[in-house]
């Protein structure tokens, strides 16, 4: 079992950064691929970036790349998401998840945090 709890968001100029932080209880964290996917009001839940167990392996929604960097440190367990250059339509909550392939579905993690909110204002 894997638990995920995210932190890091609020409230933020556009243009302004943020750093939101996964932390996963559990010995085998570093086996899991993780991801970080968003969801707006009104919309579906969509991809932003995923890693690879090892760090070694990332991907990007063509919406951020560029612009948000996912890491992860599997020594102090957290998984991170840079977020630069943030756009009003970067607003969302944002949640980590957390699988055992590297994939942009969400239905390819088992599971997932609570999220947490980021607004972007113009």
């Known amino acids: 079992q894997v638990q995920l709890v995210e932190s890091g968001g609020g409230l933020v100029q556009a243009g302004g950064s943020l750093r939101l932080s996964c932390a996963a209880s559990?010995?085998?964290?570093?086996?899991?691929?993780m991801g970080w996917f968003r969801q707006a009001p009104g919309l579906e839940r969509e991809f932003v970036a995923a890693i690879s167990g090892s760090g070694g392996s990332t991907y990007y929604a063509d919406s951020v790349k560029g612009r948000f960097t996912i890491s992860r440190d599997n020594a102090k367990n957290p998984v991170y998401l840079q977020m630069n250059s943030l756009k009003p339509e970067d607003t969302a909550v944002y949640y980590c998840?957390?699988?055992?392939?590297?994939?942009?579905?969400?239905?390819?993690?088992?599971?997932w945090g609570q999220g947490t909110q980021v607004t972007v204002s113009s």
């Open positions: 559990g010995r085998t964290f570093r086996s899991y691929a």
């Open positions: 998840a957390a699988g055992n392939i590297l994939t942009p579905r969400f239905n390819g993690y088992d599971y």
